[in-house]
């Protein structure tokens, strides 16, 4: 069984939120809904929890179509970026006021309180006020309050937007860990591609109201379907070259040499793009491809490096671990790659 969108269509005015987006996300697993902003993520989450109509297409859970079932038979529940809790409400009472409504006895709702308090940490905060409180211990009460109810299908909007990097990693490695003890079928929203890559095991990657490419984050990843998808990821070594014949193999002609096409079966004729991608460098000597340059930038970030080299008049990235010695600004440097590793042609 599983959560099945086929061909959603959504438009405002005469703006094109959604165009023909499908795809499945298999009941248990956590997927994620990735894109730049105004993409059609949140739409199409509305339009699952059933508060917007799509103009064409279906929903269907477990083989049912949502479409013709109020949002509230739904069995979604959703947890979003402001949190959205009753601060006139403690913890307990935030958490229980769902339960409340749907009339569950008194034994029961205290119950599940106390069971998704302590799954999301705060079993000894049910009588705290949710002003007291910090931005991730509000959202995990979101979270409490959202699962109290059992749902078949979580959304999450967006939900660690609004805190800051250090507890955002944190949160998400916690929420993984909770999703996956309840097996829970999830679907998260988010333009950050790093929460999207650790949290999910499907990725929907969407751009302008289409599905770019979907896939497990390794494959996304190590595959990016197009040039968009590679930028959006952070490749910006996007180049063109002509495919050429190589004995009984294919080799593609670039600004930097010729080098081997990897793979098997015949490529695109003429002149395609490829990607270099920017974690397929080493500077030790040795690999059959090699591009020799200045380097003219070195970028710190925490655990890699990130250099741009400029090579006969265009600049590449490539990215190196914090302990690698790197030559001042300035000198001349040879980045060595394996073909097969960090050359790939794309399709757009």
Known sequence: MSLLITDLHKTFDTTSALRGVTFELPEGQIGALLGPSGGGKSTLLEIIAGLQSPDRGDVRWQGRSLLTIPPHRRGVGMVFQDYALFPHMNVFDNVAFGLRMAHLPPDEIRQRVSEVLDLVGLGNFKRRNVTTLSGGEQQRVALARALAPRPALLLLDEPLGALDRALRERLLVDLRHILRALR?????????????????????????????????????????????????????????????????????????????????????????????????????????????????????????????????????????????????????????????????????
């Not at 829970?184 to 333009?191: E, F, N, S």
């Not at 497990?216 to 014949?245: C, K, T, W």
């Not at 600049?315 to 590793?341: K, S």
């Open 184 to 348: 829970q079928t999830a679907l998260y929203v988010t333009h950050d591609q790093e929460e999207a890559f650790t949290l999910a095991d499907r990725v929907i990657l969407l751009r302008e109201g289409q599905v770019a490419q979907q896939g497990s984050p390794h494959e996304i990843y190590h595959a990016p379907a197009d040039a968009f998808v590679a930028r959006f990821l952070g490749m910006e070594n996007i180049f063109e070259g002509q495919v050429i014949p190589q004995g009984e193999a294919w080799g593609i002609r670039t600004p930097f040499g010729v080098f081997p096409i990897p793979g098997v079966g015949a490529p695109p004729a003429g002149r395609v793009r490829f990607l270099l991608r920017p974690d397929g460098f080493t500077l030790t000597p040795g690999s059959p491809g090699s591009l020799e340059g200045v380097l003219r930038e070195v970028s710190f970030r925490g655990m890699r490096q990130r250099v741009v080299v400029q090579v006969d008049g265009e600049h590449i990235q490539a990215d190196f671990g914090a302990r690698v010695v790197l030559p001042a600004v300035g000198a001349r440097i040879t980045l060595w790659f394996w073909p097969q590793e960090a050359l790939q042609v794309l399709v757009g």
